[in-house]
């Protein structure tokens, strides 16, 4: 089978990589390693900003001869966001601009990423919900709003395709300088320095092992799941961000002292946190039902 990955430089995009490679199976990369330098050498990479409308063309072949194309490719991290809000919104719009006619001129097999940030505030998330995105004063919410006009713009387009919408997708591998909670936490755990929660550490999120999602994001490359939008995330590990770094504290038997911060001392007047945040699975667990802790998932990043 040939697999394309775009962001396959990524953390979802590499364990992608990685899994279909030892499967056996053709993989090419296509990637500009923004925010992501995860290569494997054993497969092709093609490195290439494919905001740039001019270079498309000289990657077309690789999607002419694709099998299933998973869509990776695209700003991450509420740092990065959070610095570059402009660029963000232009950099994830014109991917999407640039690739999705050529998904339909070779009817290409699409896995497309797209983000919880498009729920806003809210307890189980359900695919079927009404969406809720904030203010334009809100910069965060530009992110969510963009992933959310791409997921319109795709259902425009006639290919096959399915929808996942990530829900903190963590574990060995993932790097911390974009701002991923956990990675960072289990860093400074590592080195008994302080663990900064921003707030008052009441805002909750569930946790993903990427071995979890990896295997959720295979099932639902059947024919039985196109036109269909899948929560990844897993349920049992919703936790509070402060319940995390005492977790994280205790599994790595740290030092560490937890420190309250007020997100302004780091972030932008507009960043805009998301207090509430958990899916719900019901759709996806009929196929896959995830399997790691939280506790696995901070081993397996030591």
């Given at each position: 089978?040939?697999?394309?990955?775009?962001?396959?430089?990524?953390?979802?995009?590499?364990?992608?990589?990685?899994?279909?490679?030892?499967?056996?199976?053709s993989?090419?990369?296509i990637?500009?390693?923004?925010?992501?330098?995860?290569?494997?050498?054993?497969?092709?990479?093609?490195?290439?900003?494919?905001?740039?409308?001019?270079?498309?063309?000289?990657?077309e072949?690789y999607?002419?001869?694709?099998?299933?194309?998973?869509?990776?490719?695209?700003?991450?991290?509420?740092k990065?966001?959070?610095?570059?809000?402009?660029?963000?919104?232009?950099?994830s719009?014109?991917?999407?601009?640039n690739?999705?006619?050529?998904?339909?001129?070779?009817?290409n097999?699409v896995?497309?990423a797209?983000?919880s940030e498009?729920?806003?505030n809210?307890?189980?998330?359900?695919?079927?919900?009404?969406?809720?995105?904030?203010?334009?004063?809100?910069?965060?919410?530009?992110?969510?709003?963009?992933?959310?006009m791409?997921?319109?713009?795709?259902?425009?387009?006639?290919?096959?395709?399915?929808?996942?919408?990530?829900?903190?997708v963590?574990?060995?591998?993932?790097?911390?300088?974009?701002?991923?909670?956990?990675?960072?936490?289990v860093?400074?755990?590592?080195?008994?320095e302080?663990?900064?929660?921003?707030?008052?550490?009441?805002?909750?999120?569930?946790f993903?092992d990427?071995?979890?999602?990896?295997?959720?994001?295979?099932?639902?490359?059947?024919?039985?799941?196109v036109?269909?939008?899948?929560?990844?995330?897993?349920?049992?590990n919703?936790?509070?961000?402060?319940?995390?770094?005492?977790?994280v504290i205790?599994?790595?038997?740290?030092n560490?002292?937890?420190?309250?911060?007020?997100?302004?001392?780091?972030?932008?007047?507009?960043?805009?946190?998301?207090y509430?945040?958990?899916?719900?699975?019901?759709?996806?667990?009929?196929?896959?039902t995830?399997?790691?802790?939280?506790e696995?998932?901070?081993?397996s990043?030591?």
């Amino acid at each position: 089978m040939n697999v394309v990955v775009t962001g396959g430089c990524g953390f979802i995009g590499s364990h992608l990589v990685d899994y279909h490679y030892n499967s056996g199976n053709s993989v090419v990369v296509i990637d500009n390693n923004s925010t992501g330098n995860n290569v494997n050498t054993e497969v092709t990479y093609i490195n290439v900003d494919l905001s740039d409308v001019d270079s498309i063309s000289n990657i077309e072949r690789y999607f002419k001869s694709a099998d299933i194309v998973y869509h990776m490719a695209s700003s991450v991290g509420v740092k990065y966001i959070d610095k570059d809000p402009a660029g963000t919104l232009r950099n994830s719009i014109n991917i999407n601009n640039n690739l999705f006619p050529v998904f339909e001129k070779y009817n290409n097999r699409v896995i497309f990423a797209s983000t919880s940030e498009v729920y806003g505030n809210t307890n189980e998330a359900k695919e079927t919900d009404v969406l809720k995105i904030g203010p334009p004063d809100t910069l965060r919410w530009g992110y969510a709003c963009a992933k959310l006009m791409s997921e319109f713009i795709l259902k425009t387009y006639n290919f096959p395709h399915t929808i996942v919408r990530f829900f903190n997708v963590t574990g060995r591998g993932q790097l911390s300088k974009y701002g991923m909670v956990l990675p960072t936490y289990v860093e400074l755990a590592k080195r008994d320095e302080d663990i900064i929660v921003y707030g008052d550490g009441t805002q909750y999120r569930t946790f993903c092992d990427i071995r979890d999602a990896v295997n959720m994001l295979d099932i639902v490359c059947g024919d039985t799941h196109v036109g269909e939008i899948y929560n990844i995330g897993n349920t049992e590990n919703t936790l509070t961000i402060a319940q995390l770094a005492k977790t994280v504290i205790r599994v790595l038997n740290s030092n560490s002292k937890i420190v309250y911060r007020p997100y302004e001392d780091d972030f932008s007047e507009q960043f805009g946190e998301i207090y509430k945040r958990k899916p719900n699975t019901d759709k996806m667990n009929q196929y896959y039902t995830s399997v790691y802790s939280i506790e696995n998932i901070i081993t397996s990043m030591c």
